[in-house]
């Protein structure tokens, strides 16, 4: 309990981080794939900690990119089809480069609070036989996360994106069982200025 | 804008539905069972009607239950259109949820959870409903467990133990002296001689009362198995493969079958000491007994021994002559007709 109000406090706290500098923040929104074919959707508040410029001479001409330290924190939801729906809210931190070119590279590490609930009538069994439903039945986990982003800067092209990205997942579900539980998931989403 | 937030619902929407409930007389319900920090799903699928329920008790401990339904459809298929499959996932298993205590799992758990499923199947169908219980390997165990305890054979009309494995040490025995005896006959047939005289050596050596020992049985059976191949039916279905490509569509997690389920050091020395063999003269209800020709880890003298030890006349046994641990895979149609006629003798 006291890691899931941890992991609550510090994904309030960037978003709040994020308001206040509201320059520099922007949000971002996404189809959040659990499996790639769970469907569900992701949104949330990144801000750039740290930006630094860096150019380098070549023979032919001057290669430029933009290194950021991004944080960030989001929340999304997903269903399994008869297996579960997912809500979670984590905060994450990550290196992110620009290209001159547009392309965009990123990866983060993020870690928070995932409630599952099962996708059907739950049921348990009394003492004396008795059969009881389960009001929202499901569990609560810790949700350590890490994923590599590839995307595009747009902002050239368009009024109201920033870029577009497309961004594998994994992590972690524990306590699942008795045990770990790991999950697949790609991300594909659009980013845009706040003051655009 | 809207238009990107009409895309994203219409693809959510499209994966959502990307399965539909069953109509007509094939029924597909689904619902959980929580017990003692489990969630267990499970699946009723088929000919509700019928009023015979036929409860899969997947092996393991471990499986995923939905690989029966899903994987091993040749099977299934047609005993779902005769009676109700109950494809019930165990606890600290494939799709089963929850949070449970590694160390406090034990094997009475999943005895409990059976008994519960009961309950709950009855009260979802009617006091009418009649039982018969499937196992596979572990599920054999958890079978056999299951009606040794208390008067639980009064609700179950049947029992089909499909390469169960209710005695460990006992499986083990006949599990070496099969690797030895076929080694010897393939040796003296000509046939991968160097390969067999090794395992056989490994096999001789063995020490059943050590780990290694029973471990080095486990892996000489798997080498025999596969030195023996052509002699067994082959089959593409429920590969590695097939099951990475359903747990795209399916309700499970990839992942929840390729890792071992974690249990406690007390949990695996309680199930490999587990010996019911001794007990097998309790159970009196009607019961059939599927066993692989070439199965190495559970042999067929294994099946016999169980045959001859079980407490009922009411009794028959199917020795799978092309198949392994998973006869259901390499010869689904003989399994189904042998399920099928001992159901329809006994229901």
């Known amino acids: 309990m006291k890691v899931i109000i941890f992991i609550l406090l510090v994904s309030f706290s960037s978003a709040c981080f994020a308001q206040k500098e509201i320059n520099s923040a922007s949000l971002k929104i996404s189809y959040f794939g659990e499996m790639i074919t769970h469907p569900g959707l992701k949104c949330g508040i990144e801000y750039s900690l740290l930006t630094r410029n860096i150019s380098k001479e070549t023979k032919r001409k001057t290669k430029e990119k933009k290194c950021e330290i991004i944080i960030g924190s989001n929340l999304g939801a997903y269903t399994h089809f008869k297996y579960n729906t997912g809500v979670f809210l984590n905060g994450e931190i990550g290196y992110r480069t620009t290209r001159s070119t547009g ?32 009001f929202l039945a499901g569990n609560n986990s810790f949700m350590p996360s890490v994923s ?49 | 804008m809207r238009n990107i937030f009409l895309l994203l619902i219409a693809v959510t929407v499209v994966f959502a539905s990307c399965e539909k409930e069953k109509t007509g007389s094939h029924v597909s319900n689904h619902f959980f069972l929580r017990n003692n920090n489990a969630d267990m799903p499970v699946y009723v699928e088929g000919n ?37 499959m109950v494809y019930w996932q165990q ?22 959870d059976l008994e519960k499923l009961l309950i709950l199947l009855m009260h979802q169908y009617g006091q009418q409903i009649e039982f018969f219980l499937m196992g596979h390997s572990w599920g054999g165990a958890l079978g056999t467990m299951f009606l040794l305890e208390g008067d639980n054979q009064r609700d179950i009309q049947g029992w089909i133990e499909i390469c169960g494995a209710h005695d460990g040490p006992l499986a083990l025995e006949f599990s070496k002296e099969k690797i030895i005896t076929t080694g010897e006959n393939q040796i003296a047939l000509g046939n991968n001689i160097n390969k067999w005289e090794e395992i056989v050596y490994d096999a001789k050596q063995a020490d059943l009362s050590t780990l290694d020992g029973k471990i080095e049985v486990y892996l000489s059976g798997f080498e025999s198995e596969n030195l023996m191949v052509d002699s067994m039916i082959s089959v593409e279905t429920g590969t590695t493969k097939d099951y990475i490509s359903a747990s795209f569509f399916k309700p499970f997690n990839l992942f929840s079958n390729i890792i071992p389920a974690p249990f406690s050091e007390n949990f695996y020395e309680e199930l490999n000491s587990l010996s019911l063999t001794d007990d097998l003269s309790e159970i009196s209800i009607p019961s059939l007994f599927l066993y692989g020709r070439y199965d190495f880890l559970v042999p067929d003298s294994f099946g016999y021994s169980a045959y001859n030890e079980i407490g009922t006349n009411e009794k028959e046994i199917l020795i799978l002559e092309k198949s392994e641990h998973w006869p259901m895979k390499t010869e689904p149609e003989k399994c189904r007709i042998a399920v099928i006629t001992f159901i329809d003798k006994y229901k």
């Open chain 1, 148 to 196: 590599f982003g590839f995307g595009r800067d747009i902002s050239q092209k368009s009024e109201v994106f920033d870029s577009w990205y497309l961004k594998p997942i994994i992590f972690l579900q524990t306590q699942h069982n008795s045990g770990i539980l790991p999950h697949l998931a790609l991300e594909a989403g659009l980013n845009f200025q706040l003051n655009k």
């Open chain 2, 48 to 84: 509700v009607a019928s009023n015979i329920f036929v409860i899969v008790l997947h092996g393991g401990p471990g499986d995923e239950v939905l690989v029966h339904k899903h994987l091993l459809n040749d099977f299934t298929d047609e005993l779902e259109e005769n009676y109700a």
């Open chain 1, 103 to 134: 392309n965009i590279f990123d990866f983060m590490f993020g870690a928070g609070y995932l409630r599952t609930f099962l996708n059907s009538e739950t049921f348990e069994i009394g003492e004396n036989a008795e059969v009881n439903k389960v």
């Open chain 2, 91 to 112: 606890r600290c298993a494939g799709s089963s949820q929850g949070n449970v205590d590694r160390n406090e799992v034990q094997l009475s758990d999943y005895v409990d």
